[in-house]
């Protein structure tokens, strides 16, 4: 039991917002705490896995990246794009061709050191929590960020029935929201939506969250993207959920996010507040 002035030595690093380079959000009062879970729901290749890596690495900050659903030459070409703003499509040729081009990316890869990866497609809790000791073994600190990318590669048992599904992913939220208590990172973890809002064109709501696992989470976001005719992509990304600030549980309510389809770095627009 602790009183209100020892609850603040009990605090620790938990409520402390990681850096977020997402200004249209911190203007709706969303921000990613240290000490608290989040889910982020989007249909698939909206760009969920992208604005996830953009905020591992622009963030700057000591992270642990769970990349299920993308391989290493996705990621690692995604990263090398957002750090240098060179074409991750060259970057990509290069780092899969017999040469050496790709090592001219080192020295400012090697910058980014605390970012690291784990790339198996079906983790279980405890691969996760190993590789967490494992990170506070080797830099002496729990990682500040921790992206699940998603929460459905995750094994978590065998789930026969539609009932058994969401009861599982419910329970693996549970088990999220404690990691992030019991280590001070913030969790952030990617998902699915239902059917209606799987093209991704469009707000979705809280109720569009794939087996409704609104409960747990401190925020929930969730993504549409509108696509122009010369390839240019906008991100929009809404607070349906969100214990520390605004929230519009409809979707309609968004910030929008500009992405360079070349360097994929991710951008306020000038009129980010919907």
Not at 55 to 84: E, G, H, K
Not at 110 to 129: C, G, T
Not at 146 to 151: A, E, S
Request: a negative charge.
């Amino acid at each position: 039991m602790f009183s209100l002035n020892q609850s603040v030595r009990m605090r620790g690093a938990a409520g402390e917002p990681i850096p977020s380079p997402f200004k249209g959000l911190r203007k709706l009062d969303v921000e990613f705490r240290r000490g608290d879970f989040s889910v982020v729901c989007a249909g698939g290749g909206t760009g969920k896995s992208l604005a996830a890596l953009w905020l591992a690495v622009s963030s700057n900050v000591p992270c642990l990246y769970f990349s299920a659903d993308s391989t290493a030459a996705t990621q690692l070409s995604r990263a090398t794009a957002m750090i240098t703003g060179d074409s991750a499509k060259d970057i990509k040729r290069k780092l899969v061709s017999e040469g050496s081009d790709f090592e001219e990316y080192s020295d400012a890869l090697m910058k980014r050191w605390w970012l690291r990866f784990n790339y198996s497609a079906r983790p279980n809790p405890k691969e996760i929590e190993t590789h967490l000791e494992s990170y506070r073994e080797v830099f002496g600190i729990y990682p500040h960020l921790v992206v699940i990318d998603n929460i459905t590669n995750v094994d978590g048992g065998g789930a026969g029935t539609a009932e058994e599904y969401t009861f599982g992913l419910e329970g693996l939220c549970d088990y999220f929201n404690e990691m992030a208590r019991e280590t001070h990172a913030h969790v952030m973890a990617m998902h699915h939506v239902v059917g209606e809002f799987s093209s991704g064109n469009k707000p979705i709501p809280l109720s569009g969250m794939k087996g409704k696992i609104g409960r747990v989470p401190s925020l929930v976001l969730t993504i549409h993207a509108e696509v122009d005719g010369m390839e240019g992509r906008t991100l929009h990304i809404s607070p349906v959920k969100n214990r520390e600030g605004f929230t519009d549980p409809s979707g309609e309510t968004f910030s929008s996010y500009e992405v360079n389809t070349s360097n994929l770095s991710i951008t306020d627009v000038e009129y980010e507040v919907f």
